[in-house]
């Protein structure tokens, strides 16, 4: 896989597209992915259970202002 940051580039891999995407997100920075393609798909699903964790726990923080 190649991901851009900041604007270099890193060429690695992973044993698995999902574990390379939750990596990639962990690393704290803005980035690009050139491919694969399933790689972006798997950056989604990270994305989005990272959101939803972060809905629950605000709404939780609101219920006990």
């Not at 851009?4 to 580039?9: F, Q």
């Not at 690695?12 to 803005?30: F, N, R």
């Amino acid at each position: 896989a190649c991901t851009m940051i900041r604007g270099a580039s890193l060429m690695t891999g992973a044993s698995s597209l999902e574990s390379l995407a939750a990596w990639i997100a962990g690393i704290g920075v803005d980035f690009h992915i050139h491919g694969p393609q399933e790689l972006r798909v798997h950056v989604e699903r990270v994305a989005q259970r990272l959101s939803r964790a972060s809905a629950a726990h605000k709404a939780l923080d609101e219920k006990k202002g």
